[in-house]
C-alpha cells in the first residue's frame, strides 16, 4: 500500500475528471478561520490552470446550490464539521444529481462523494 499525499490526489481528481472550473464548498466559520486551507486547496487547483468558485454553506442545501455556477464541472468538499450527516448527504445527493463529479479530504464518501482522499490513501 502507498500513502499518497493530498496535493497529489487533487491533482488526480483535477486531471482525471478534466475539469476547467471547481466549486469549493465549506462552511462559513470554517473559511473564516481557516483562510489558508481554502487559499491552499485553491492554490493547488491554479497551478493546473482550473478556475475555483469558493461557496459557504448556506442555511440550506437549496441555498448552497444556488451560487453553485453554471460552468462549475466538479465540487470539492472541505469539512462540514456543523452540518448533521442527514445535511451533508443531502448536499452531496443534489450535486451528484447535477452529474457533477466530487472530491472530498474528509471522509464523506460514504456519504456519496465520488471521490474520498481517505480511499485513496491506502490503496
Known sequence: ????????EIVRFATSTQASKIAIIGEQPLIEALPFTATWISEQ????????QLIATG?????TLSELAPDVDAVFYLPLF???LQDQRDLIE??????????????YR?????ASWSNYTNC
Request: charge should be positive.
Open 110 to 114: 460514504g456519504a456519496g462523494a465520488t
Open 1 to 8: 500500500a502507498t500513502n499518497r499525499d493530498l496535493p497529489s
Open 45 to 52: 487547483f491554479s497551478r493546473l490552470g482550473i478556475a475555483i
Open 94 to 107: 443534489a450535486v451528484n444529481k447535477r452529474s457533477l463529479p466530487s472530491f472530498t479530504a474528509a471522509g
Open 59 to 63: 442555511e440550506t442545501v437549496n441555498e
Open 82 to 84: 456543523q452540518a448533521s
